[in-house]
Structure formats: C-alpha cells, structure tokens
C-alpha cells in the first residue's frame, strides 16, 4: 500500500507541477499571451520547423523520382537561401512595434504569418519531387519567413521593461529574466532610455494583454 501511494504521488508531480506552473503563467501574463508563446515556440518551431528541415534533406538529396539528386553542396547552397528570413528577425520587431495592424503589434503578423505557413507548405507538398529545386527553396523561404516573424515579433514582450514591472508582484520568476531591462525601466519611468533617448516606454503591460 505505502508503495502504491508512493508511485501514485511519483506519477502526479511532474503533471501537477506542470499544470501549477501554466497557472503562474497565465496570472502573470494572460491566458492569450501564454498560449500564443506556446503555439509560436512549441507547435510553429517545435515540430513544424524540425519536420520542414529534416523533409527537406531528403527531398533536395534523394535520387529521382524521389527527390532533385542534388548534392549535400547544392544543398547547403539552396537551405542557406531559405534560411536568409532568420537573418532579420531584428527588423521583424521593429516593424511590429512601429506600425501596428487594427490597434495590435502582434496577433495580426501571426495569423498572416500563419496563413503564409500553410500556403508555403500546401505547396511543398503538392509539388514534391514533381517541381524544381528553386521552387522548392523559394517556398521553404516563404515558410522560413512565416516562422521567423511570430519569434521577432515576440521576442521583444520577453524583454519589454514595463512587461517586467508589470507581471513582477505575481511572477518573480521575471526577475532572473533581464535585469537590464528592469533597471533602465525604474530609472526612466515613462522618460527617454538610456540607450534609446528618442524611444519611450510603454504603459504597464501594454505588451502582453493590450498590443497583441
């Protein structure tokens, strides 16, 4: 019996603390922001990005019919060409925080993103071997884009100061997370930054519950 409770109470931790820890999350940044960080993080780059570039492998290296019979050299050549939209992720943020869709900064870059994802990949696998190497590299930069928008449009709300001042009482966890951030936001509350001077901060949790 006392084994039996043990297993039971082993076989509960890990879910609880799991479920325990979503709702941390979800008190200290919305319901919304969380699952759209898992949809983006754990779904989009999780599993679509890792099964797009192991299929790729074989469908740039297999030998025909099955694939183009390129070399792993062509290959490099044709994924260092669809991974260029990586390369911007920086510009990705900016655009998303200087100009706003409807009112919001995030969700609408998502779903057009998203609706570029299905459309690059429909086509990925509607053509196949039957299509060209370059198409096939020209759609896998198509999804490559729609996968590195979500993440720079993102990235700033993990570093956003008054997001940090915001979510502090509920979720110290934060704390550990950027303290530059932080300091630069008690230091200049509402004022210039220090290494931005024309930029200003946001109102508390602009980021998280109303700009996306």
Known sequence: MPQSRRLRALLLT????IVNFYRRLVAAFGGRFVLMVFAIYGLSQGIGQ???YYAAKYLFTDDAPDGFGRTAAD?????GLSMFPWSCKALYGLVSDTVPIGG??????VKIAGVLCLAAFTGLAATGPAGTPL???LLMLVANLSMAVPDGTFDPCCCNPMCFLDCNPVYPGCNRMCPGARRDARRCRGGPLPHAPHARLRPAGGCTRHAL
């Open 50 to 52: 890792s099964f797009a």
């Open 14 to 17: 890990y879910p609880l603390a």
């Open 75 to 79: 290959y490099q050549a044709y994924d």
């Open 104 to 109: 919001r900064n995030r969700t609408p870059y």
């Open 135 to 137: 198409l096939a590299c």
